[in-house]
């Protein structure tokens, strides 16, 4: 039993920032920003938006695309939680009518909406489920240190989703094969190094901040990035020839024209739309699939590359024919 991507949806905050409005309080130019990035402006979420608010908002447009009102489970990829605990998809499944649905959080930060794709296909081929929605959505803004002129550029807010449903691997929109990595001797690479259960407490307000080592994350992205996607490729019988769209998340331009350079990929396969998000974290794939999906430029029947690299170390990939979608 394959899992068949049948609908999508996406939700941005409305607040625009754009690069100017940062380098107007912290040591940072618009030049800068967009030749090191690809970035001009993202979105943020004001303090009443919570990422189970986007995740409502993107679940509820990914229902209405595959034209259902119910699921039979919650797959909600995120690093920002409402709370540190309980999970927020069951929040999410309640606020969308879901009933008392099989809901659960997925945390691979910037690779989680692939882990997200992976656990609910595992749903799907296990016959615990056979329509699961998949979310990704991160209020990632809220773990940037306002001071830090190395991250506040690169992230946003955002949520994407999709829903899966049951059906043969030959179809357009079967997602598989997968490859799912991690490297936690890196961990500190990218590290929210206070509040959990090993830093409960510290004096020092920045270390309940991101910290990112920018350069060693950038070295291994591309490299991480492609060796998943060649493996996806050789499991599938593809070629490198074969693909149309490489969907990579959205962490930097040069991260993802490094990618496509090391794969031998054409740059015009890649999916862009940093410039006006920046990285939003889990939810970058689907975001920059329904910006694709919208303007034209991925159209049913493609063969889709999708990859992804994030803090854990995490990364991934996997692919799939694009199918024909409706409202999104
Ligand atoms: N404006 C101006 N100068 C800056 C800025 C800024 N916003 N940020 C850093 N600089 C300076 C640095 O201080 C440094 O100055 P120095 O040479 O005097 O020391 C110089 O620019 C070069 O810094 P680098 O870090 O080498 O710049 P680089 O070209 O590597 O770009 C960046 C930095 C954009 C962060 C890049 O390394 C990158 O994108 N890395 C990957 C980050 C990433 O993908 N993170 C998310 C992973 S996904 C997840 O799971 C969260």
Redesign the pocket.
């Given at each position: 039993m394959a899992a068949v991507l049948c609908g999508l949806g996406a939700w941005l905050p409305p607040r625009v920032l754009a690069n100017e409005e940062i380098a107007a309080r912290l040591?940072?130019?618009d030049e800068?920003?967009r030749s090191?990035?690809g970035i001009a402006e993202r979105r943020v979420a004001d303090p009443g938006t919570s990422t189970v608010d986007m995740a409502v908002a993107a679940g509820r447009q990914a229902l209405d695309s595959a034209g259902l009102t119910e699921v039979d489970a919650v797959v909600l990829a995120t690093a920002t939680p409402d709370q540190v605990c309980p999970a927020s998809a069951p929040q999410v499944a309640a606020r969308l009518g879901l009933g008392e649905v099989n809901a659960v959080d997925v945390n691979a930060?910037?690779s989680g909406f692939l882990y997200a794709l992976a656990t609910a296909s595992g749903f799907i081929a296990g016959g615990i489920a056979r329509r699961v929605l998949v979310i990704g959505a991160d209020t990632f803004t809220t773990l940037v240190d306002p001071d830090d002129?190395?991250t506040v550029?690169?992230f946003g807010d955002g949520a994407g989703a999709v829903v899966l449903r049951a059906g043969d691997a030959d179809e357009l929109g079967a997602l598989g094969p997968f490859a799912l990595h991690s490297d936690g001797g890196l961990a500190e690479l990218?590290m929210v190094p206070a509040g959990g259960a090993k830093q409960r407490r510290s004096d020092n307000p920045h270390d309940y901040f991101l910290d990112?080592h920018?350069?060693a994350?950038?070295r291994q992205?591309g490299t991480r990035m492609a060796e998943a996607s060649r493996s996806v490729l050789e499991q599938a019988g593809w070629t490198v020839g074969d693909v149309d769209r490489f969907i990579g998340h959205q962490?930097?331009i040069r991260?993802l024209q490094t990618t496509a350079k090391y794969l031998g990929l054409p740059q015009d396969a890649l999916v862009v739309n940093i410039e006006r998000t920046g990285?939003t974290?889990a939810a970058s794939i689907p975001l920059a699939m329904a910006d694709a999906q919208r303007d034209g430029t991925l159209l049913a029947g493609q063969r889709v590359l999708l990859s992804a690299?994030?803090?854990g170390l995490t990364w991934g990939a996997t692919l799939l024919r694009w199918p024909a979608l409706a409202n999104v």
């Open positions: 040591d940072t130019s800068w920003i090191r990035t930060v910037c002129r190395g550029p690169i990218l990112m920018g350069q994350v950038f992205a962490a930097n991260i990285n974290s690299f994030g803090a």
